[in-house]
C-alpha cells in the first residue's frame, strides 16, 4: 500500500463511511418515498386508473422544480429546513437532508418512466381481472416493470455518490470533500488520484452489481 494511504488511513475510512451513510439514507428516501411518488406519476396520469390532473400536475411539478435545481444552490436554499428538522445545518447527517429530497424526484421520475414503459395490455389486463389497486401495482406493475426499477436505482446511487462529493460546503464529509482538502488544497495530487480511483471503482462495482441483477430478474 503506498506509504501516503498508510499515513491518511483513518481519515480515509471515516470518508469512506461518511459517503456510505449520505449514499444509504439518499437510497432508503429513494426507495421509500420516491417508488410511491413515481408510481402515483403514473396512476394519476391522463387516461389511468387513478386519472387525477390536479395531483399529476402538482407532483410533476414539483419533481420537476427539484430536478432543474443545480444541487449545490438547492443544498444552499435548504440550509434552513435542514436546520429545522436536524438542528443543524452541518455534518453528515444534515447533509442527509437535501440528498435525500433530490433522490426523491430522481428516482420518483425514473419510476414514473419504467412504469411507462409497460404494455398497456397488462394494466387492462389486470383490470379486466377485478384486480384492486394495490393488486395492480404490487403483482402487476412493479412486476413487470423490475428490471427497470432495478437499472433506475442503480443510475440513481451513482448519482447519489456523485452528488455526496459536494457535500463538503455544508461540512458532510465524504470521499470527494476528503480529496479536495487534502489532495487537492494541500498539493497532494498522489492522494487525490487515489480517492478518484476509490470512487471509479465504487461506481463500476454498483453498475455491474445492477445491471446484473436486472439481467437476472427480466423474464420478458
Same mark, same amino acid.
Do not use: C
Given at each position: 500500500?503506498?506509504?501516503?494511504?498508510?499515513?491518511?488511513?483513518?481519515?480515509?475510512?471515516?470518508?469512506?463511511?461518511?459517503?456510505?451513510?449520505?449514499?444509504?439514507?439518499?437510497?432508503?428516501?429513494?426507495?421509500?418515498?420516491?417508488?410511491?411518488?413515481?408510481?402515483?406519476?403514473?396512476?394519476?396520469?391522463?387516461?389511468?386508473?387513478?386519472?387525477?390532473?390536479?395531483? %399529476?400536475?402538482?407532483?410533476?411539478?414539483?419533481?420537476?422544480?427539484?430536478?432543474?435545481?443545480?444541487?449545490?444552490?438547492?443544498?444552499?436554499?435548504?440550509?434552513?429546513?435542514?436546520?429545522?428538522?436536524?438542528?443543524?445545518?452541518?455534518?453528515?447527517?444534515?447533509?442527509?437532508?437535501?440528498?435525500?429530497?433530490?433522490?426523491?424526484?430522481?428516482?420518483?421520475?425514473?419510476?414514473?418512466?419504467?412504469?411507462?414503459?409497460?404494455?398497456?395490455?397488462?394494466?387492462?389486463?389486470?383490470?379486466?381481472?377485478?384486480?384492486?389497486?394495490?393488486?395492480? =401495482?404490487?403483482? +402487476?406493475?412493479?412486476?413487470?416493470?423490475?428490471?427497470?426499477?432495478?437499472?433506475?436505482?442503480?443510475?440513481?446511487?451513482?448519482? %447519489?455518490?456523485?452528488?455526496?462529493? =459536494?457535500?463538503?460546503?455544508?461540512?458532510?464529509?465524504?470521499?470527494?470533500?476528503?480529496?479536495?482538502?487534502?489532495?487537492?488544497?494541500? +498539493?497532494?495530487?498522489?492522494?487525490?488520484?487515489?480517492? =478518484?480511483?476509490?470512487?471509479? =471503482?465504487?461506481?463500476?462495482?454498483?453498475?455491474?452489481?445492477?445491471?446484473?441483477?436486472?439481467?437476472?430478474?427480466?423474464?420478458?
Amino acid at each position: 500500500m503506498p506509504e501516503i494511504l498508510v499515513q491518511y488511513q483513518a481519515e480515509i475510512w471515516q470518508a469512506i463511511v461518511e459517503t456510505f451513510i449520505m449514499v444509504g439514507v439518499s437510497i432508503l428516501a429513494a426507495v421509500l418515498i420516491g417508488l410511491p411518488v413515481g408510481t402515483l406519476l403514473f396512476l394519476s396520469r391522463k387516461g389511468n386508473i387513478l386519472e387525477n390532473r390536479i395531483i %399529476f400536475s402538482s407532483l410533476n411539478l414539483v419533481v420537476n422544480i427539484i430536478r432543474s435545481f443545480p444541487f449545490l444552490l438547492l443544498v444552499v436554499f435548504l440550509i434552513p429546513f435542514t436546520r429545522l428538522i436536524i438542528g443543524t445545518a452541518i455534518g453528515t447527517a444534515a447533509a442527509t437532508v437535501p440528498l435525500s429530497i433530490i433522490a426523491i424526484a430522481h428516482y420518483s421520475r425514473l419510476v414514473e418512466q419504467s412504469l411507462l414503459d409497460i404494455p398497456k395490455g397488462v394494466l387492462e389486463a389486470a383490470i379486466s381481472m377485478g384486480a384492486s389497486v394495490k393488486g395492480i =401495482i404490487i403483482k +402487476f406493475l412493479y412486476v413487470e416493470a423490475r428490471s427497470g426499477l432495478v437499472l433506475g436505482l442503480t443510475t440513481s446511487i451513482i448519482s %447519489f455518490i456523485s452528488y455526496s462529493t =459536494i457535500m463538503g460546503v455544508v461540512g458532510g464529509g465524504g470521499i470527494g470533500d476528503f480529496a479536495i482538502r487534502y489532495g487537492y488544497q494541500q +498539493f497532494k495530487t498522489d492522494l487525490m488520484v487515489y480517492m =478518484i480511483i476509490i470512487m471509479v =471503482i465504487l461506481v463500476q462495482f454498483i453498475q455491474f452489481t445492477g445491471t446484473t441483477v436486472s439481467r437476472l430478474i427480466d423474464k420478458r
